[in-house]
Every structure is written in C-alpha cells, then in structure tokens.
C-alpha cells in the first residue's frame, strides 16, 4: 500500500492561495484530493489520472491539481478561497476506477493536512 503525506496546509484570508503537496512512495497514475470540514462527510475536490484531470463543482475553477512523476509528488494549488474552503484536506491513491472522486474507492490515504481561510 502506498503512504502519503500531505503538506502545505495553513491559515489564510478569504481570497488568498495556498498550495498542498503531497508525497507518495510509490509512483500513483490515478490520485485524487478530498476535503472534510468539521461535522461533514469527506468529499472529493481532485483527481488527476491518465488523459487528464477531473474537479468537483465546489472548487472548479478556483484549483489546479498537478503532478510531479519524477518526485511522485501531487499538487493542488488553491485561488480565491473561501472560508466555506476551510477543511482538513486529504491526498487519496489505490483507485481502481478512472476520474474517481468518491471516497470509497481509494484505498490509500495521508494523514491530511489543515487548511483555515478567514473572512
């Protein structure tokens, strides 16, 4: 099974950035970023796969999820975020299914990394 281990998390203002890092083991084709705020269920923000990328509704627009195969590092770069962003922020690998943003099918997970935007 693969580890990850994600990065970068922290504390912002409405309308900053951030970028989460996470760093695999091994070499992943399919990963994927997910979020959980307090009191929610854990849902899908990213994925990244062969052909392309995949985004939720709910950061569409505002993130861009990358991929270092070298380093077997994944990004997500986050714009203009909100406070409705603040979640603890999840990288997932070990999918069977192409472009999957649904928690149950991944079965390698990061401890997660925490990400707070202000108003």
């Known amino acids: 099974q693969v580890q990850l281990e994600e990065s970068g998390g922290g504390s912002v203002q409405a309308g900053g950035s951030l970028r989460l890092s996470c760093a695999a083991s091994?070499?992943?084709?399919?990963m994927a970023w997910f979020r959980q705020a307090a009191g929610k269920e854990r849902e899908g923000v990213a994925v990244?796969?062969?052909?392309?990328?995949r985004y939720a509704e709910l950061l569409k627009g505002r993130c861009t999820i990358s991929k270092d195969h070298a380093k077997n590092t994944l990004s997500l770069q986050m714009n203009n975020l909100k406070p409705e962003d603040t979640a603890m922020y999840y990288c997932?690998?070990?999918?069977?299914?192409?472009?999957?943003?649904?928690?149950?099918?991944?079965?390698?997970w990061g401890q997660g990394t925490q990400v707070t935007v202000s108003s």
């Open positions: 997932a690998a070990s999918s069977p299914h192409p472009f999957s943003l649904t928690v149950r099918d991944y079965t390698s």
């Open positions: 091994s070499s992943n084709y399919r």
């Open positions: 990244i796969d062969y052909g392309g990328t």
